[in-house]
């Protein structure tokens, strides 16, 4: 202030700037905002995929060596998977073994999962028998994806059904056109996935991971 009466001594106090404009800009910008607004509930995943239903068949959703695979496809493939799952009693909460080959089907089915409302726990087709065993006794499930790899090690566990992605009915369920009817999403605290690590006594421990964004 008295630098600013020092250049002009004519001036009065209402000309005087009494903070510079650093200070000004940050006070305009920062302190008169406000309280920002109440968070939404986070999102899952499906909801965030759900405005890319408006997308073209010239927006490509998956790429894997010489395939791909558009967006409209991308909903169609998986609201079948997810539809055919639900048949089968998944819903929220549960968990679905998925032992495949890496690749676009792989993706389609994982969307499929968690449009059907429930979580995975991966199994490398590569796993000894005995690996799969204890994982599917520990956790369980109704259902097991699998490709034809994953087929000779996989234990025969009557209570839980296999679905092939190599199976031609399967391929032509998820191919099949016509929305399926919309399927209850799961709470964005429900478990997305569970991994199995190797623990300190050489057993696999379970890891969890949440749907929360």
Sequence with gaps: MVNAFADNVDSTLRDVQLIDAADQRHILTQWSRGAEPPADRPLTIPELLEPSREFGADRIALRCRDEQLDFPALHRRSDNFAQLL???????????????????????????????????????????????????????????????????TMPDVPQVTLISLDDPAVQHAMAADGRPRRLPLPDPEDPMYLVFTSGSTGKPRVCWALTER
């Design 86 to 152: 639900a048949d089968h009693g998944v819903g929220p909460g549960s968990l679905v073994g998925l032992s495949t080959r890496r690749g676009i089907d792989m993706v389609v089915a994982l969307v499929g999962i968690m449009k059907a409302g429930a979580g995975f726990f991966p199994l490398d087709p590569a796993y000894p028998r005995a690996r799969k065993q204890f994982m599917l006794d520990d956790v369980e499930p109704r259902v097991v994806v699998v490709t034809a790899e994953a087929l000779d």
